[in-house]
Every structure is written in C-alpha cells, then in structure tokens.
C-alpha cells in the first residue's frame, strides 16, 4: 500500500508540474509529460478486487437445536402417580402384585385411616412413594447431566440459557428466597424467561425483553465509551462536541457504527426466554462490496470535479477523498489536463475507496475491542468468546485485502 501511495504522489507532483505549462497538451507541441515508467508503477484497474453483495438475510436455528431442556418440567406428583398406578415399572418391580383395589384404596382412603384399616397396604404404599421418589430424583439428576452435556456441545445455543438460570437464581437468593428447594423449583419454572444482564445492566434475551445482538450491541457500546458517553446513549454526536473526533466524525451515532459493523461482520442473536428462537445468525458480506459502493461514490465526485459540474470547494474535495488520503485542487487541476485523465481518475478512485474502507475497518476493531471491556460483557464467558471471533473474522478480512495488494 505504501509503495502505492508514494508512486501516486509522484505522480500528482509530475502533473502539478504539468498543469503549470502555458500550453494545453498537443500532438504537435513538446513538454512535460508523465513517464511510460510512472504511468505503468500507477497502473490501470483497481487497487484490489471489487464487486457488489446481496442484502444478508438472517437464518434461525433449527427445531431440534430450539428445544428446552427444562428439567423443571419434571412433575413429582405425577411420577408419584404413575409409579403407584402401574404406568411406569419402578414399584411393580420392587413389591411384585398389588391387590387389584390398590388403586381405589389410594384414591377414597387418607393415609391415617389407610394405616389403620391396612397396616400392610400402608407399608407397600410408603414403599412405592419412596420407590418413586428415588426413580424421579435419579431422572432429575440424568436430565440434567444431559443438559450440562448438551451445553457443552450446543455452546452458545444452550449456554445463555444457563446463564440466564444461574442469574435467576441468585436474585431469588438475594431477595430473601433461603429455602433452596423452592429457590430452585422458582427458577426452573422460569427457565430463560428473566433473561440475561446485558450492556448497561440492563436485562435482554428474556421474555419480552430485546434479543441479545452480539455483533450490534458491543459496537454500540464500545463507540459510547470511545466518546466518553453512558454505553445506553443511542444518540447522535453533535458536531460542536464532536471534536474533530476520530470516531464520530467517522460515524455519527452507534446506530450508523453498528450497521457497518453488521453488514460487514453479519450478526449473531440469542435469546433465553421459552418459545424463543433460540439462535438467530445473519452472515456478513465481508469489505470487499464496500469497497466496491465507496469507489463508485468517489469516482462520482471525481468525475464531477474535473468536468467542473461542481466548484472546487472544501467540501466537495472532502466528498471525493478521505481523511488517509486527501484530493487537493492542485490535483484535480493537474488531472483536467492530463491525457490519460480517466485511468488515473478510476484508479485514484480506486485507492481512495480502499483506504477509506480500511480505516473504518480498523477503527471498527477498535470500537469492539473497547465494547468487550463494558463490564456485562467482560464478566460473560460466552460473549467474550463471541467477540473475539468476530475481531479474528474482521482481521482475516484487512489480512486478506493486504495479501492483494502484496
């Protein structure tokens, strides 16, 4: 890139020189004129691969990835019943034939009188609730054995859920709830439905609540703390307080951040409440397509300037270049009369385009670099993870856009 932007310094000093002549460029006339040599190290064409994306759209997670391993479900009662009825095996097994009135027995009699009346019947009784409540706590303890395998192998798609439980139930501790048994039968009841503490504190993924935006969320918040502004603020900065500043005078609000970030990146949306869809993913379309709608923008302004529809004005000299790569009028002046004008102004354009798209694209990491540090964010394992593999995927996509230009 920087072999690049020396030869088209060169370049522009050489036409400056050029459009100081007296004479306008002529076949007949002789004088300053740009090099075979200078011409071929610009080059023609773009600076790197180009073309155009389709609008991502998003995808959600299939059926058997959506189900809930709400072992809370598990109802004692009817085990109970089961068991004593002869639906499942577990007291048939162990006590052989019940008389065939048990059932009648169970169901017209209380457990004093049964006592009483039926020392024996009391006895088999007992013996089957027992049976029944070992045969349900040992399906409790498998369910959930296989929903903490599950969880290691679904990661995220189970993991915020269990996160949004373990938040659950140290509110339910905290606000006075010391009986362990009903803290836990409140939380399994409630499964994901409180959500999970998102940027700022607040609660998002729950029922009713936002979906967490991993991609969005992060970028947002990590533009705010770079402004020194609350990681809430969806705002735009004003332009008295801007600064001169680096991001918002990139990006004028965490929303227009954010959607860079997204269509470049794609997005990854969880949620934790029941009957949610769990997952929903959006791929991105990478920086090659922006790449592609930024150069046709600035070979517009290009063009304008040197068929002088517009004046050479601040702005609109700002509208064709970017802040890494600045056009100045001595180089439109020098562009208007040169010979091969469309082929230095398309490749200029082109140059211009990617170091525009470059700057945003390390920028960008900078944003979700300082998101990550909002303390709801650190303290989650698997957002951190998340985020991480975005920054990994935004630096494969600068790596490769510098392998081009190599």
Known sequence: ???????IALTWLLAAQLAQADDPIN?????????DEV????????AVSMGSAGQMDSIGVGFGWNNDMMCGNMNLSITLENQLNGATQGFQNIMGSVIQNATGAVMSLPALIIQRANPQLYNLITNGILQARIDYDRSKGTCRAIAEKMADIAGEQTGWGKIAEGQALGATLS???????????AVEKKGGNDGVTWVGGDKAGGSGQKPIRIVNDVTQAGYNLLT?????????????????????????????????ATRVLGEQQQQTCEGCQKT???????LTPLIQETYDKKLQSLQELLSKSKPLTAENLAAAGTDALPI???VIEALRDERDQDVLARRLASDVSLMDVLSKALLLQRLMFAGAKEPNVAANG?????????????????????????
């Open 328 to 330: 100045t009028r001595g």
């Open 280 to 286: 929903v993913t959006a791929a991105g379309v990478g």
């Open 382 to 406: 698997l957002a951190t993870q998340a985020v991480d593999q975005q920054t990994s995927l935004l630096q494969q996509e600068i790596s490769n856009l510098k392998t081009e230009l190599e």
């Open 228 to 260: 020194s502004r609350s990681v809430n603020d969806s705002s735009s900065v004003p332009s008295a307080t801007c600064n001169n500043g680096l991001v918002c005078n990139t990006w004028s609000s965490p929303q227009e951040a954010a959607a860079f």
């Open 39 to 46: 011409l071929y190290s610009i080059g023609g064409g773009s």
């Open 1 to 7: 890139m920087g072999m690049n932007i020396t030869s």
């Open 27 to 35: 076949v007949s006339k002789t004088g300053t004129v740009l090099s």
């Open 175 to 185: 606000s006075g709830g010391k009986d362990a048994v009903s803290a836990l039968e």
